[in-house]
C-alpha cells in the first residue's frame, strides 16, 4: 500500500506501543532479522488456508457464530493474516495496524467483546505453532526461532489490538459523554425557555448564600430590574423592610420541608411601589447546584376585587344598619315637628325672632325627614325623588347654613364656582355630600385653615366638585381605606367612619366618581366627576339588542 500519512491519533498509538516493546525488552529479534522474518511470513502466508478451516470449526461453535457467517470470517481472517506476514516481513509496514485501528471502532472486530476476538486470535496463532513444528521438525534450532518471532510479532499484536479496544472504548464515552452534555444543554435551553414563558414572576435564590443568581423575563418587567442588576443581591430586598423576616421564614421553610407558600407578601419594585403576590417556594437540586425557586403570582387583581367584594359587603350591611335607624327616628321627629307646631300657635307672630328659630327648626326637622326618607329609599335600592338641581346654588347654601362652625373653627372659605349645567339629582343626597366633605375639611384643621372649593363642567356632560383644605392630611397608606365603612383616624367620640362611606355610595349609585389626594402637613383634595344626567332612572328606556 501506498505510505500515506497516518492519522495523529494513529501515528501516537504506535510510538506508544512501539516504546513500551523496546523499553520492557520485549523485542528479542529485532526488526533487522529479515531472513528469519520472511521465512516466518511466507509460511503464514502458505499455510493460512489449511489452518483457517480447523480453526473456524473450533470457534464458530464456541462463540456461536452462524455457520452462515462462515465465509466472510474466512474472508477476514485471511486478509488480516496477510496484512499481518507482510508487517512481519517489513516492520515499517504498518497497514495492518491501520485496518486494526478501524475495525475496533466500526468494523467487524467492534461487534466483539475484546476478550472473545483475542481468544479467537490465540487460538489461530497456536494452529500455526504446531504446523511450525511439524514443518521444520528436522531444524529444531530453525522451529524454535521461528516460534519465538511468532511469540513476539504475537505479542506485539495483542498490545496493539487491547489498546485499540481501549481507546474506541474511550471514544465513545467522549462520544457518549458530548451527546449527554449536549442534551443537559438542551434541556436546560429548554427549561430557561419555559421559565422566561411563564406568566409569573420568577426568582431563583441560592439555598447556601440566600443571594439572587437569575430571574425570568417577567420578573425583569415587574420589578424594572435587569438580570446582571439582581445577581447576587439578597432576595429580601425585593421586599418592604417590614416583610423580610415573613419572606426569609419562606425561603427556611422551602429549605427544609422542600415546599412553601405564602400570600401576605409584597414585591418592591424599582420604582418604589409595592406588588402583592402570592409567593410559592421550592426547593430544587440540579448537578450541583442548589437552589430555592419562587414563584410570585401578582394578586392585584385580586386583592382589588376582594376590596370591592369587602366594601360591597360593608355597604349592604351599614344600608340594613341606616334603614333600622331611620325607622327608629321617624317617631321621635314627629313628635318633636309637633310641639313645634304648637309652639309655633303659641307665640303667632308676637316675638318675630322666636317665631324665625322655630320656622328654622321646623326647615332642618323637615330635611331630616328627608334623608331618612332617601335613606330608606336607597337601602330598598328605589328611586329617590329628582330635581333639576343647580350644584353652585347647593354649595353656596350649604355654606351659609355652616357659616357659624365655619368661623368657631378658625376656618376661612374660598369659593370658585364656575359655570355649570344644572344636574338631575337628589337634593338632600347632593346636600349631605356638601356636608360631609365639608365637615371633614374643618376636622381636618384644628387649628383653622383654607377651604377652597371649586366647580367647572370638564366635559359635554360632567361637572367636577373639588373640596381642598389644608389641614393636618392623609398619611398615604391610610388612603386606600377611607371609603370603607367604620374606618377613622379620628379619636373615639369625634367620628363614626361612616361619612366618606355614604358619599362614596351616593355617589357611585349616581355613576359619579370620588378620588382623593392628600400630603401630610400640608393638606387634602377630594375632587368629585358628576354626570350632569346622572341617574340612570330618568333617562328613557332604551331598547335592547
Same mark, same amino acid.
Given at each position: 500500500?501506498?505510505?500515506?500519512?497516518?492519522?495523529?491519533?494513529?501515528?501516537?498509538?504506535?510510538?506508544?506501543?512501539?516504546?513500551?516493546?523496546?523499553?520492557?525488552?520485549?523485542?528479542?529479534?529485532?526488526?533487522?532479522?529479515?531472513?528469519?522474518?520472511?521465512?516466518?511470513?511466507?509460511?503464514?502466508?502458505?499455510?493460512?488456508?489449511?489452518?483457517?478451516?480447523?480453526?473456524?470449526?473450533?470457534?464458530?461453535?464456541?462463540?456461536?457464530?452462524?455457520?452462515?457467517?462462515?465465509?466472510?470470517?474466512?474472508?477476514?481472517?485471511?486478509?488480516?493474516?496477510?496484512?499481518?506476514?507482510?508487517?512481519?516481513?517489513?516492520?515499517?509496514?504498518?497497514?495492518?495496524?491501520?485496518?486494526?485501528?478501524?475495525?475496533?471502532?466500526?468494523?467487524?472486530?467492534?461487534?466483539?467483546?475484546?476478550?472473545?476476538?483475542?481468544?479467537?486470535?490465540?487460538?489461530?496463532?497456536? &494452529? *500455526?505453532?504446531?504446523?511450525?513444528?511439524?514443518?521444520? !521438525?528436522? /531444524?529444531? @534450532?530453525? #522451529?524454535?526461532? $521461528?516460534?519465538?518471532?511468532?511469540?513476539?510479532?504475537?505479542?506485539?499484536?495483542?498490545?496493539?489490538?487491547?489498546?485499540?479496544?481501549?481507546?474506541?472504548?474511550?471514544?465513545?464515552?467522549?462520544?457518549?459523554?458530548?451527546?449527554?452534555?449536549?442534551? &443537559? *444543554?438542551?434541556?436546560?435551553?429548554?427549561?430557561?425557555? !419555559?421559565? /422566561?414563558? @411563564?406568566? #409569573?414572576?420568577? $426568582?431563583?435564590?441560592?439555598?447556601?448564600?440566600?443571594?439572587?443568581?437569575?430571574?425570568?423575563?417577567?420578573?425583569?418587567?415587574?420589578?424594572?430590574?435587569?438580570?446582571?442588576?439582581?445577581?447576587?443581591?439578597?432576595?429580601?430586598?425585593?421586599?418592604?423592610?417590614?416583610?423580610?423576616?415573613?419572606?426569609?421564614?419562606?425561603?427556611?421553610?422551602?429549605?427544609?420541608?422542600?415546599?412553601?407558600?405564602?400570600?401576605?407578601?409584597?414585591?418592591?419594585?424599582?420604582?418604589?411601589?409595592?406588588?402583592?403576590?402570592?409567593?410559592?417556594?421550592?426547593?430544587?437540586?440540579?448537578?450541583?447546584?442548589?437552589?430555592?425557586?419562587?414563584?410570585?403570582?401578582?394578586?392585584?387583581?385580586?386583592?382589588?376585587?376582594?376590596?370591592?367584594?369587602?366594601?360591597?359587603?360593608?355597604?349592604?350591611?351599614?344600608?340594613?344598619?341606616?334603614?333600622?335607624?331611620?325607622?327608629?327616628?321617624?317617631?321621635?321627629?314627629?313628635?318633636?315637628?309637633?310641639?313645634?307646631?304648637?309652639?309655633?300657635?303659641?307665640?303667632?307672630?308676637?316675638?318675630?325672632?322666636?317665631?324665625?328659630?322655630?320656622?328654622?327648626?321646623?326647615?332642618?326637622?323637615?330635611?331630616?325627614?328627608?334623608?331618612?326618607?332617601?335613606?330608606?329609599?336607597?337601602?330598598?335600592?328605589?328611586?329617590?325623588?329628582?330635581?333639576?338641581?343647580?350644584?353652585?346654588?347647593?354649595?353656596?347654601?350649604?355654606?351659609?347654613?355652616?357659616?357659624?362652625?365655619?368661623?368657631?373653627?378658625?376656618?376661612?372659605?374660598?369659593?370658585?364656582?364656575?359655570?355649570?349645567?344644572?344636574?338631575?339629582?337628589?337634593?338632600?343626597?347632593?346636600?349631605?355630600?356638601?356636608?360631609?366633605?365639608?365637615?371633614?375639611?374643618?376636622?381636618?384643621?384644628?387649628?383653622?385653615?383654607?377651604?377652597?372649593?371649586?366647580?367647572?363642567?370638564?366635559?359635554?356632560?360632567?361637572?367636577?366638585?373639588?373640596?381642598?383644605?389644608?389641614?393636618?392630611?392623609?398619611?398615604?397608606?391610610?388612603?386606600?381605606?377611607?371609603?370603607?365603612?367604620?374606618?377613622?383616624?379620628?379619636?373615639?367620640?369625634?367620628?363614626?367612619?361612616?361619612?366618606?362611606?355614604?358619599?362614596?355610595?351616593?355617589?357611585?349609585?349616581?355613576?359619579?366618581?370620588?378620588?382623593?389626594?392628600?400630603?401630610?402637613?400640608?393638606?387634602?383634595?377630594?375632587?368629585?366627576?358628576?354626570?350632569?344626567?346622572?341617574?340612570?332612572?330618568?333617562?328613557?328606556?332604551?331598547?335592547?339588542?
Amino acid at each position: 500500500m501506498g505510505r500515506s500519512p497516518l492519522e495523529p491519533s494513529l501515528a501516537r498509538h504506535l510510538e506508544r506501543i512501539t516504546g513500551y516493546l523496546r523499553d520492557a525488552g520485549l523485542r528479542q529479534i529485532p526488526p533487522e532479522r529479515t531472513d528469519l522474518r520472511r521465512t516466518l511470513a511466507d509460511f503464514m502466508l502458505r499455510r493460512t488456508p489449511a489452518v483457517l478451516e480447523p480453526w473456524l470449526r473450533e470457534i464458530g461453535p464456541a462463540l456461536g457464530i452462524p455457520e452462515a457467517d462462515w465465509p466472510r470470517i474466512r474472508e477476514d481472517q485471511a486478509a488480516a493474516v496477510s496484512r499481518w506476514a507482510r508487517h512481519i516481513a517489513d516492520p515499517a509496514n504498518v497497514e495492518t495496524y491501520v485496518m486494526l485501528s478501524r475495525h475496533t471502532r466500526q468494523g467487524f472486530i467492534s461487534r466483539f467483546p475484546a476478550s472473545r476476538f483475542l481468544a479467537t486470535q490465540i487460538r489461530f496463532t497456536q &494452529l *500455526l505453532v504446531e504446523d511450525i513444528k511439524r514443518e521444520f !521438525a528436522h /531444524d529444531p @534450532a530453525q #522451529a524454535d526461532q $521461528l516460534r519465538q518471532l511468532l511469540g513476539q510479532e504475537f505479542q506485539e499484536r495483542v498490545l496493539h489490538i487491547t489498546d485499540f479496544f481501549v481507546q474506541a472504548r474511550e471514544d465513545e464515552l467522549r462520544r457518549q459523554e458530548a451527546a449527554y452534555r449536549e442534551e &443537559l *444543554l438542551e434541556q436546560e435551553a429548554s427549561y430557561r425557555r !419555559a421559565i /422566561d414563558g @411563564a406568566p #409569573a414572576c420568577i $426568582l431563583m435564590v441560592d439555598a447556601a448564600a440566600g443571594t439572587l443568581f437569575d430571574v425570568n423575563h417577567v420578573a425583569e418587567r415587574l420589578l424594572g430590574y435587569g438580570r446582571e442588576e439582581l445577581r447576587g443581591r439578597p432576595f429580601q430586598d425585593l421586599h418592604p423592610p417590614g416583610e423580610r423576616s415573613r419572606a426569609s421564614t419562606l425561603w427556611r421553610s422551602a429549605l427544609e420541608r422542600g415546599h412553601a407558600s405564602r400570600d401576605d407578601l409584597h414585591l418592591l419594585t424599582r420604582r418604589g411601589e409595592l406588588v402583592p403576590v402570592f409567593a410559592n417556594a421550592g426547593y430544587i437540586e440540579y448537578g450541583p447546584r442548589r437552589w430555592v425557586q419562587l414563584i410570585c403570582v401578582d394578586i392585584s387583581d385580586r386583592k382589588r376585587l376582594e376590596s370591592q367584594l369587602i366594601q360591597s359587603e360593608k355597604m349592604a350591611a351599614i344600608g340594613q344598619f341606616a334603614a333600622g335607624i331611620a325607622h327608629e327616628l321617624r317617631n321621635p321627629l314627629a313628635i318633636v315637628m309637633n310641639a313645634l307646631y304648637d309652639l309655633h300657635q303659641i307665640v303667632d307672630g308676637r316675638n318675630a325672632e322666636v317665631a324665625e328659630d322655630v320656622r328654622i327648626a321646623e326647615e332642618e326637622i323637615g330635611r331630616a325627614q328627608a334623608i331618612i326618607k332617601n335613606l330608606l329609599e336607597f337601602s330598598r335600592e328605589s328611586g329617590a325623588e329628582l330635581t333639576r338641581l343647580d350644584v353652585n346654588d347647593l354649595l353656596t347654601r350649604t355654606l351659609q347654613l355652616m357659616q357659624k362652625y365655619l368661623q368657631d373653627n378658625g376656618v376661612r372659605v374660598t369659593t370658585e364656582l364656575g359655570p355649570i349645567p344644572p344636574c338631575l339629582a337628589n337634593q338632600n343626597a347632593m346636600r349631605q355630600i356638601a356636608l360631609n366633605l365639608i365637615t371633614n375639611a374643618v376636622q381636618a384643621m384644628p387649628e383653622g385653615g383654607q377651604l377652597t372649593l371649586r366647580t367647572a363642567a370638564v366635559g359635554p356632560n360632567l361637572i367636577r366638585i373639588e373640596v381642598r383644605d389644608t389641614g393636618i392630611g392623609i398619611p398615604a397608606e391610610h388612603l386606600q381605606d377611607i371609603f370603607n365603612p367604620f374606618y377613622t383616624t379620628k379619636a373615639p367620640g369625634q367620628g363614626t367612619g361612616l361619612g366618606l362611606s355614604v358619599v362614596h355610595s351616593i355617589l357611585r349609585r349616581y355613576q359619579g366618581e370620588i378620588r382623593v389626594a392628600s400630603a401630610v402637613g400640608v393638606g387634602t383634595t377630594f375632587t368629585i366627576d358628576l354626570p350632569c344626567q346622572c341617574h340612570a332612572e330618568v333617562l328613557p328606556d332604551r331598547p335592547e339588542g
